[in-house]
């Protein structure tokens, strides 16, 4: 394995120290593996319901790498962004239309990387627990149309209710792009409403379990 898929030592460093925090207290029940591709790079977007989210969702993957978008705050501390860095993030400047954050996205999945994304932007409250659900962004589906990619599905559960639940996330079938003759804009708002109506159904199905 190679390319940005491969990961770094300290991703799996990481992985390796986290791995009996992600068995106890998270006890991460991951489902659905089969349906994520083993080889090229692909989009995974997910519900966010706190913090924690991102690692629930990238640990099941490994050996993949998986590369998150981080705000660009966080990279102006040294320390903080050889972190990040090596871990896999880079910056977007949030509140806006970030060109070089979504070059840097479309150029990983294209050489090979997983690229993670909450298409709800934020999660769906400050704190831990979610109260309402978040206006929908395109850009994973963009992101996936763009570099020519998979789009893969996904959904999280429990980590709003760390301490009280198991941490769950389940993987959908990659959905497929819209057929000839619409536009690019077109594409990514239809291919967003269909990933929010699988991300939801997966989550109902992990309230269900």
């Known amino acids: 394995m190679d ?7 300290f991703y799996s460093t990481i992985v ?9 207290p998270l006890r991460l029940k991951a489902r659905g593996l089969e349906h994520v591709p083993e080889r090229g790079g692909f989009v995974v977007a997910s519900n966010h319901l706190s913090n924690v989210d991102p690692w629930p969702v990238a640990f099941p993957l490994y050996p993949r790498q ?6 660009a705050e966080l990279f102006r501390n040294p320390a903080l962004r050889w972190f990040l860095t090596n871990g896999g993030a880079f910056p977007v400047r949030r509140g806006e239309r970030d060109a070089e954050a979504f070059k840097t996205a479309v150029r990983l999945a294209r050489e090979g990387g997983v690229v993670a994304m909450f298409p709800e932007g934020t999660r769906r409250a400050k704190g831990l627990r979610k109260k309402h659900v978040a206006r929908p962004h395109s850009g994973a589906a963009r992101i996936a149309l763009a570099a020519g990619v998979p789009l893969v599905p996904a959904a999280v559960a429990g980590t709003d209710r760390l301490g009280r639940s198991l941490v769950r996330v389940a993987y959908g079938p990659p959905l497929e792009p ?8 077109e594409a990514g708002e239809a291919l967003t409403v269909r990933l929010m109506d699988e991300i939801a159904r997966l989550e109902s199905e992990l309230g269900a379990a």
């Open 66 to 71: 998986v590369h998150f978008m981080g705000k």
């Open 3 to 9: 390319g940005p898929s491969a990961p770094t030592r």
């Open 178 to 185: 819209p057929g000839d003759g619409v536009s690019r804009r």
């Open 16 to 24: 390796a120290l986290s791995r009996p925090f992600m068995r106890w």
